[in-house]
Every structure is written in C-alpha cells, then in structure tokens.
C-alpha cells in the first residue's frame, strides 16, 4: 500500500458547487477502489493525499494529472505504509483561504517558505529538494 502527496494549482477559480461535484464524484470512485485521502484547498491550490494499492493509485494519478480543471501537479511524497491515516475518509475536504490559514497557525509563526509553498508549490520544493 502506498501514499502520495501532491500539490497542483487551479487553472481558473472553482466555486463550492464544482468543488462539491468533483468531491462527489471523487468519493464514489474512492470508495469502489478503497482509495483514502484529504483534499485540502487553500486559495487556488490542491493539496491532496491519496492512499491505497499501488496500481490503483498509478492509475488514479494518471488520471488527476490529465485533469485540464488544475495544473503544475507535483508529486511531494510517494511513499509504502502499512496502515492508512485516512482509513475512514473516501475523502475528506476543507477548503481555506491563505488568510484563515495563517490566523489558524498563528500568522507571526508560519514560516516563509510555507506561505511559497502555498503560491508556487514547485517553487517551494525545488527549494527544499
């Protein structure tokens, strides 16, 4: 089993409701395929967690990197587990603003290069890689 960590970036903004339906749509799929993970978005940016068979994820990331709804996707993580941190979520959601986010994480302590990471996930990584 695996899990995988990615981050992308909207190509135009989404509203609740066509978040709400590719969620749907997403929990279904998840849930015949006993995929687990979080979609979080904060402003235009997905970050996302995914977990479940090898193939089976493979197949699923082919599939969200051809997605035209975001681009600039990048594998952060992909890593073998035995147990799942997700294991009650076809997938869980939370959408945030940059700003709520830092009020959240005390603005004055969150750091630089996580406020880059958040605009310009390659950016960031190409920094810590």
């Known amino acids: 089993m695996r899990r995988i960590l990615y981050v992308s970036t909207m190509s135009s903004p989404m509203g609740d409701a066509e978040l709400e339906a590719i969620l749907e749509v997403a929990r279904a799929h998840n849930d015949a395929q006993a995929i687990t993970g ?3 978005v904060i402003d235009d940016v997905f970050i996302q967690v995914l977990e479940g068979a090898g193939d089976t994820l493979n197949q699923l990331v082919a599939k969200i990197g ?18 799942r941190d997700f294991s009650g979520w076809s997938m869980g959601f939370e959408r945030m603003s940059l ?13 630089q290069e996580w406020r880059m990471f958040l605009r310009s996930p390659a950016s960031a990584i190409s920094l810590w890689t």
């Open 38 to 40: 979080l979609l979080l």
């Open 66 to 83: 051809d997605d035209p709804r975001h681009r600039d996707m990048t594998i952060v993580s992909d890593i073998v587990i035995e147990t």
């Open 99 to 111: 700003s709520r986010l830092i009020r959240a994480n005390r603005a004055s302590r969150i750091s």
